[in-house]
């Protein structure tokens, strides 16, 4: 079974850093994108998660305006692999943070996979 799963997650003051990490488990064919998202405390449950950043089959990478200059996102050449790192880290940024593999540039819906378990990133002030 092809699973997404997260890691690299945990507490950190107002200015930190943390680095998240997201690999896919199991063999699948053909990923061309893959993002990172996030669900922060404010989002009901049932709604989308938020595009934090994707990357393209190209290795073009688009970040939402709150995370530019302070997120990068890369991907392991040759591994279904990204990582995320995140500098200057706001209270705001507190959220579950999950991968996927959007089928679309933009990085939203629809995905390739399930949603896996998130990683936790909790920012204090």
């Known amino acids: 079974q092809v699973q997404l799963v997260e890691s690299g997650g945990g507490s950190v003051q107002a200015g930190g850093s943390l680095t998240l990490s997201c690999s896919v488990s199991g063999r699948i064919a053909g990923i061309s994108h893959m993002g990172w998202y996030r669900r922060t405390p404010r989002q009901d449950p049932g709604n989308q998660r938020e595009?934090?950043?994707?990357?393209?089959?190209?290795?073009?990478?688009t970040y939402t305006d709150a995370v530019q200059g302070r997120f990068t996102l890369s991907r392991v050449n040759g591994k279904n692999t990204i990582n995320l790192q995140m500098n200057s880290l706001k209270p705001e940024d507190t959220a579950i943070y999950y991968c996927?593999?959007?089928?679309?540039?933009?990085?939203?819906?629809?995905?390739?996979?399930?949603w896996g378990q998130g990683t936790q990133v909790t920012v204090s002030s």
């Open positions: 996927n593999i959007p089928l679309n540039a933009n990085g939203l819906a629809p995905y390739a996979l399930s």
């Open positions: 595009l934090v950043a994707v990357i393209t089959s190209d290795g073009r990478i």
